[in-house]
């Protein structure tokens, strides 16, 4: 069954969509790539995913924070989703670049090489925004770059996650 609710966050409502019993949507209502087919969907918002969510969710923005836990079922090509993959193991307070996660792929996906800009596309198309933690992600000098609910948000994120600045930042991967 598919469902979707409006999810208020201090950084602007989200709509979040889930389908056989997984998260596979959570966007910013004003975010770009954000599909307007959820309409269809019929609003449930008790939905225990939904309510697990908004839990989690608040104790991200409340700093209270360990990790998100909930089943995700994002949709996307299988390259997408080997990105998505790695974009999830990027601990809260670090960060990569689209240049260090094209390497990854090459590394363990049958040698083949991947641009950073590949990759940049694939972290654009994310749709499962904050809990797939794209924001995570910066340019190979450190700027903030390509976040599809916008570069505001993705430094109040990472401000957020006490990644304060650039010289400061503790890099997930090498660069």
């Known amino acids: ?12 409502d989200m709509i979040a969509m889930v389908e056989q019993e997984h998260l596979c949507g959570l966007w910013f209502t ?19 995913i ?15 924070f360990s990790r998100f836990d909930l089943p995700l079922a994002p949709q996307g090509t ?3 989703k080997a990105v ?15 240049g260090a996660l094209a390497r990854q ?3 363990g996906g049958e040698g083949r090489v991947t641009s950073a800009r590949a990759v940049g596309s694939a972290v654009g198309h994310n749709p499962i925004s904050i809990v797939i933690p794209c924001h995570r992600v910066v340019g190979a000098d450190g700027s903030l770059t390509g976040y599809a609910g916008g570069l505001k948000r993705k430094a109040a ?12 930042w503790r890099r997930f991967t090498d660069s």
């Open 1 to 12: 069954m598919k469902r979707h609710c409006t999810i208020r966050t201090p950084l602007g």
């Open 30 to 48: 004003d975010q770009k790539y954000a599909p307007e087919f959820f309409r269809e969907w019929p609003p449930d918002p008790d939905d225990p």
């Open 50 to 64: 939904f309510a697990a969510l908004r839990g989690q969710l608040d104790a991200y923005f409340t700093g209270r």
């Open 78 to 80: 299988g390259f997408q």
């Open 84 to 98: 998505w993959a790695l974009l999830r193991a990027i601990p809260p307070g670090t960060v990569t670049t689209y």
């Open 105 to 107: 792929l090459a590394a």
């Open 157 to 168: 994120l990472l401000s957020l996650e006490s990644v304060e600045h650039p010289s400061r």
